[in-house]
Structure formats: C-alpha cells, structure tokens
T-cell receptor, first 115, second 111 residues
C-alpha cells in the first residue's frame, strides 16, 4: 500500500511570505503528526491531528499552524516566513491502536528554503 | 530534553552484527523503548519497540535490561544500506504527544 506522501518535495520562499505544505497519510491512518528537522535543533515535534482535531502541539510560535480534513489528509501552514524556518518538514501517520499510537510512518519530507 | 543517551557515532564491518546501545535510566513504568533510523535525506523509519521483554522482527532485535535502564538494538548482519542515524526514544504512547528525538547514533557500515 502507498506510504505517506508529502508535497511538494522542495520549495523556495522569500522572507515574509507564507507557505502551505501537504501530507497524505497511509490509507486507514487517522493520526497525522508534523515535525521540523534542522541541523541545529534536530527533529522537533510541531503538532498532531486526529479526526480533524489538533490533539497535541509542540513548542512553536503561532505562525505555525495546521489542519486535517475529513479524509485524514493534513496541511501545515507557516506565515510570515523567517530565514530560520528553512528546514525539512516531515509528516508522519500512525495506525489506530487500542493502547494509543504504536509506530509512526514518515514521509520523505518537504525541504523548505527561505531566502 | 531527550530522555535517552546514545553514542554519537559507531562503525561496524559489513556482514557483522551491529550493536547500538542506549541508556534511559529515568524511564517510567509505562514507557516503551522505540527505535527509529533515518537514512540520509529520507524520513525516519520505524524499526522496533518494546516494553520489558526482548523483541525481534525482520529488521532487528531489541534487548532491554531487566531494570529497563538501558537497551541494545542489534542488526544481525549489517549491510551498507544500514548506514544511518539511529534514534532510541522512550515514549508512553508511541508518539501521541510527539516523539522526542535526541541526536541519535550515526552508524557507519564499513565495506
């Protein structure tokens, strides 16, 4: 079955602009999480959505937002881009589990460069 | 802060077993040990997880000490394609609150 699909793979934006990234989870997965990866900070959790509701949020400013649609596809938006927002943005989906999430399946990521 | 400590890098000869250690001395009773790896320029890949018993799957084995304060991921016959950064993570929900990735171990498989 198809894996987690993120689009676009690469993006170049100018400071002050906004950007929207898209993530299609594995079929049947209802939980989608977003992460930011930079050389300095490593992989950091942004937020997690389940059934169109944000369940958890990491320590990022309000410029970072997201949403999830009824088909579980998710988008994240970054407004007023800063140079420091240049990063690999990763999306992960997780299967339903009685105990909670078990494992996360990551996409290939979107490489965002802010100039 | 990550709750785990891993060596920053390790080498292993191709065909040999790669043993990656992880210390998690403050692990709670309801927290699992998860291992992920990230091959350059790709998203992280789930490998295995366990609570207190040793676990094995088609990719690797996970050995957790009896006091659960440390664990070892074993890749039984390492290949060049196993060169990656390996992350050991402790988590009670598998990521519901977001996985906390540390710096991981950069495993280099030598031909």
């Amino acid at each position: 079955k198809a894996g987690v699909t993120q689009t676009p793979r690469y993006l170049i934006k100018t400071r002050g602009q906004q950007v929207t990234l898209s993530c299609s989870p594995i079929s049947g997965h209802r939980s989608v999480s977003w992460y930011q990866q930079t050389p300095g900070q490593g992989l950091q959790f942004l937020f997690e959505y389940f059934s169109e509701t944000q369940r958890n949020k990491g320590n990022f400013p309000g410029r970072f937002s997201g949403r999830q649609f009824s088909n579980s596809r998710s988008e994240m938006n970054v407004s007023t881009l800063e140079l420091g927002d240049s990063a690999l943005y990763l999306c992960a989906s997780s299967p339903p589990s009685v105990r909670g999430l078990t494992e996360a399946f990551f996409g290939q990521g979107t490489r965002l460069t802010v100039v | 802060d990550a709750k785990t400590t891993q060596p920053p890098s390790m080498d292993c000869a191709e065909g040999r077993a790669a043993n990656l250690p992880c210390n998690h001395s403050t692990i709670s009773g309801n927290e699992y040990v998860y291992w992920y790896r990230q091959i350059h320029s790709q998203g992280p890949q789930y490998i295995i997880h366990g609570l207190k018993n040793n676990e094995t799957n088609e990719m690797a084995s996970l050995i957790i000490t009896e006091d659960r304060k440390s664990s070892t991921l074993i890749l039984p016959h390492a290949t060049l394609r196993d060169t990656a950064v390996y992350y050991c993570i402790v988590d009670s929900g598998g990521g519901a609150d977001g996985l906390t990735f540390g710096k991981g171990t950069h495993l280099i498989i030598q031909p």
